[in-house]
């Protein structure tokens, strides 16, 4: 299972940005698939994750209500619309993948990962 992500860049803390994972190997409509990211000095952290299932979400809770997960099973992609960025959020953001049917929020949890796409949210 290949991933690669794309869409990162700077942007002003209010702004928006919306990150892509195209997905090619494997069965995409098998995998769960999760957003993480990791700033200079810190841990890898979990940021949003989805089901196979429509409407099967996961957020850490300091995005949650400014980040939504998504995915389109025909592409096959899974997205992250992030609004309303902050200086916080600013970090290499990664597409990860895992076969089953639970979010889990641990990176070890995962089996497969892209090279990530950096976000800068300016003050």
């Known amino acids: 299972v290949q991933l690669v992500e794309?869409?990162?860049g700077l942007v002003q803390a209010g702004g928006s940005l919306r990150l892509s994972c195209?997905?090619?190997?494997?069965?995409?409509t098998t995998y769960i698939m999760?957003?993480?990211?990791?700033?200079?000095g810190?841990?890898?952290e979990f940021v949003a994750g989805m089901g196979?299932?429509?409407?099967?979400?996961?957020?850490?809770?300091?995005?949650?209500g400014r980040f939504?997960?998504?995915?389109?099973?025909?592409?096959?992609?899974?997205?992250?619309q992030m609004t309303s960025l902050e200086p916080e959020?600013?970090?290499?953001?990664?597409c990860a993948?895992?076969?089953?049917?639970?979010?889990?929020?641990?990176?070890?949890?995962?089996d497969y990962w892209g090279q990530g796409t950096q976000v800068f949210v300016s003050s």
């Open 6 to 8: 794309s869409g990162g």
């Open 22 to 28: 195209a997905t090619s190997g494997g069965t995409f």
């Open 34 to 40: 999760a957003w993480f990211r990791q700033a200079p």
């Open 42 to 44: 810190k841990e890898r």
């Open 52 to 64: 196979s299932t429509i409407g099967t979400r996961s957020y850490k809770d300091s995005v949650r």
């Open 68 to 80: 939504t997960i998504s995915r389109d099973n025909t592409t096959p992609t899974v997205y992250l």
């Open 89 to 94: 959020d600013t970090a290499r953001y990664y």
């Open 97 to 110: 993948a895992r076969s089953g049917s639970v979010i889990y929020t641990a990176n070890g949890r995962y």
